[in-house]
């Protein structure tokens, strides 16, 4: 028996990653079959088709992003014996990862792209957007499982599949020389120079006019891009796209999104956009200091509903609701962690939003789904309002922890805490 062994692939997202990772038993089967039937002269999408395993090189190439490639290998794997062998030269591998990534779906109901915001690390852990992007999609599906997983199954919840999150990066275009950057810069306090340097730096940068307008053109080039790409590769896609914005991108989308009715406007983006989600957002802020007023019934956002989610610890947030209207400031709509994790309660407002049923749901404080009339529509911002009649506030408060208190502690964490949240998946679910 501990001669027995399976054929199986394994791959590695970049050639620094020291273990090799096999792939989940759907994607081992796509490449078997594909290496059984066509030999190795073909390209297999893999991992919910954001990677493409090309089987005669074996690399394994990202399709949304720039990135170096990965690698891909079909191994001898001795489960009894807890070694893989390669095929090709009987090299042995004592050290591995044996935990088979778990399967997922490759049809989506909805798709987010996500732009990054200050610096190259989008949290304490200076991970990537990329990183992040990955954390998102993790919780959501874990989200959508677990609901499943309570039984709580009808018509509409079972066509439900998956969300995708994916990334876009404009970092690039303004630091392309980075040795320039590291021959003007001090020794001393290495860690805080590099945020100096890439985070405030950044800031600077888009206050420019001529580095805002590479910036923007990156963005849109890249959203452009991938959204056809994304089009191209899924051609039964009829779900919504929507754009998310953490911080300084929060900022980048509001300016790539707003239009003037009174002005001949060409949208900067070759697709629809539904939901435009800004975390963690200083967009009121700069918007004040360049003196425009949301008031202006002139002034719209190209999409149909806007999201204003911040943590109230979080220095770098900023409300929207009173750049709209100073008639009456109500509180922002507070997500709660008890009312959002009610059971079941994520598969009967997914219900609500597709069947169109005009029923109320109590999810936060403020009841946001169901509006009375006496409540003003700040999303009249949009160019979609009046799409749901249900939805009319725009600013969102992630709900304090324990621990307020700290707030002088804990509000530098708050800005880069937003990846963690199960608050904010729930929001993009819904």
Excluded at 155 to 166: D, G, T, V
Excluded at 180 to 198: A, G, H, V
Excluded at 355 to 380: C, L
Aim: glycine residues 4%; contains cysteine; aromatic residues 14%.
């Amino acid at each position: 028996m501990s001669d027995a062994f399976e054929f199986y692939w394994f791959y590695k997202l970049n050639d620094l990653e020291p273990l090799w990772t096999p792939l989940s038993v759907s994607d081992n089967n796509k490449l078997e079959t594909a290496h059984l039937r066509d030999g190795d002269g073909r390209k297999v999408a893999i991992k919910a088709g954001r990677y493409d395993a090309d089987l005669e090189t074996e690399l394994l190439i990202p399709v949304y992003w720039e990135a170096c490639n990965g690698l891909i290998k079909r191994f001898k794997w001795f489960k009894v014996k807890k070694e893989i062998h390669n095929e090709k030269d009987s090299q042995i591998l004592k050290t591995f990862n044996s935990t088979i990534d778990p399967d997922e779906s490759d049809r989506f109901d909805h798709v987010c792209f996500i732009v990054h915001g200050i610096g190259e690390g989008c949290d304490l852990q200076l991970r990537s957007i990329l990183d992040c992007a990955n954390s998102f999609r993790k919780k959501s599906n874990e989200i959508i499982d677990a609901n499943l997983s309570m039984g709580f199954r009808d018509e509409l919840s079972q066509k439900f599949n998956s969300i995708e999150f994916l990334p876009i990066s404009w970092h690039d275009v303004i630091h392309s020389d980075k040795k320039k950057w590291k021959d003007i810069t001090l020794p001393s306090i290495p860690n805080l120079r590099l945020f100096s340097n890439t985070a405030i730096s950044d800031m600077i940068f888009y206050a420019n006019i001529e580095f805002r307008k590479k910036i923007m053109e990156k963005v849109v080039e890249n959203l452009n891009k991938y959204v056809k790409i994304f089009k191209n590769r899924n051609d039964y896609y009829k779900g919504k796209i929507s754009l998310i914005g953490h911080s300084l991108g929060s900022l980048i989308l509001f300016d790539l999104l707003s239009i003037y009715t009174n002005e001949n406007n060409k949208s900067n983006f070759d697709f629809e956009v539904e939901n435009f989600f800004a975390i963690g957002s200083p967009i009121a802020f700069f918007l004040t200091t360049r003196g425009t007023s949301l008031a202006d019934s002139n002034l719209k956002l190209n999409c149909d509903f806007f999201y204003n989610i911040f943590h109230q610890l979080d220095p770098f947030a900023y409300r929207i609701e009173p750049m709209v209207s100073t008639e009456t400031i109500l509180e922002p709509v507070q997500l709660s962690k008890y009312n959002l994790e009610n059971q079941n309660l994520l598969w009967r407002i997914l219900n609500l939003t597709r069947s169109g049923e005009n029923h109320h749901i109590r999810v936060t404080n403020n009841e946001y789904i169901n509006e009375s009339d006496s409540v003003f529509d700040y999303q009249q911002i949009c160019t979609g309002s009046g799409k749901n009649l249900r939805l009319k506030r725009i600013d969102f408060a992630i709900e304090k922890s324990a621990f307020d208190h700290l707030d002088y502690l804990l509000f530098l964490t708050a800005h880069s805490s937003y990846w963690y949240h199960i608050f904010l998946s729930m929001i993009f679910l819904y």
